[in-house]
């Protein structure tokens, strides 16, 4: 059983695709 503070699959993925975008960006510049 996940803790209610956990964020759902979905929102969790979708952060770390963008801090993983972020990054590549920040890196590429």
């Known amino acids: 059983v996940e803790p209610p503070s956990a964020p759902p ?3 969790a ?3 770390v695709m963008v801090v993983q975008f972020r990054s590549l960006r920040f890196r590429n510049t």
């Open 13 to 15: 993925a979708a952060v």
């Open 9 to 11: 699959p979905a929102e």
